[in-house]
């Protein structure tokens, strides 16, 4: 059974740091393209951070850029987010999932920016 766990989220002040973590199970963690998906009320789920099966290649969003760095462990199935400067917008419920998503969606991880 496939179990993606996010976890590490909560409020912050706009400005501040977060580091999120997806623990992986249930597959072959280092054979996927994984990435970092993001839901703000009212708006579709959307790609915001992307990193290749080896972890040397890395998208971001616009949006993001410069800001969001994932990672992973492949030794340790598990995926991560450090989000820095964050801002209201980047308030939303954060995925992680295989690149391009399959069925595997977690409960996410809240992340809340504000003052």
């Known amino acids: 059974q496939v179990q993606l766990v996010e976890s590490g989220g909560g409020l912050v002040q706009p400005g501040g740091s977060l580091r999120l973590s997806c623990a992986a199970s249930g597959i072959v963690f280092s054979s996927y393209p994984m990435g970092w998906y993001r839901q703000a009320p009212g708006n579709q789920r959307v790609l915001v951070a992307a990193i290749s099966s080896d972890g040397y290649t890395t998208h971001y969003s616009d949006s993001v850029k410069g800001r969001f760095t994932v990672s992973r462990d492949n030794a340790h199935n598990t995926l991560y987010l450090q989000i820095n400067a964050l801002e209201r917008a980047d308030t939303a419920v954060y995925y992680c999932?295989?690149?391009?998503?399959?069925?595997?969606w977690g409960q996410g991880t809240q992340v809340t920016v504000s003052s």
């Open positions: 999932n295989t690149v391009p998503g399959r069925n595997l």
